[in-house]
């Protein structure tokens, strides 16, 4: 059975920062892991991925505040957080996916305060 243990979201001021982790059980060699986001009426989004090899895929939104990095004989993926805006507030969801399956952490509250 797989699990995503999600950590590290919380309540920040805005220029703020903050490490989420993740880490992955019942599953190996995922081929990508990484962060999604859902913020209150608005649809989930991506954040950040990466793949086993090392590349990364961003939203705009993100770019050059957070970065991504994954721990592959640990599987555990992280994301640190820098900068952070009020609109950055959202539902943080750890996403890997192996194959064709894909799998969801239960998600974490960040909160960026103006």
């Known amino acids: 059975q797989v699990q995503l243990v999600e950590s590290g979201g919380g309540l920040v001021q805005a220029g703020g920062s903050l490490r989420l982790s993740c880490a992955a059980s019942?599953?190996?060699?995922?081929?990508?892991m990484g962060w999604y986001r859902q913020a209150p009426g608005k649809e989930r989004e991506l954040v950040a991925t990466?793949?086993?090899?090392?590349?990364?895929d961003y939203a705009d939104s993100v770019k050059g505040r957070f970065t991504i990095s994954r721990d592959n004989a640990k599987n555990k993926v992280y994301l640190q957080l820098n900068s952070l805006k009020p609109e950055d507030t959202a539902v943080y969801y750890c996403?890997?996916?192996?194959?064709?399956?894909?799998?969801w952490g239960q998600g974490m509250q960040v909160a960026v305060s103006a």
């Open positions: 019942g599953i190996f060699s995922a081929s990508i």
């Open positions: 996403y890997v996916r192996r194959d064709a399956n894909v799998y």
């Open positions: 990466m793949t086993t090899g090392g590349s990364t």
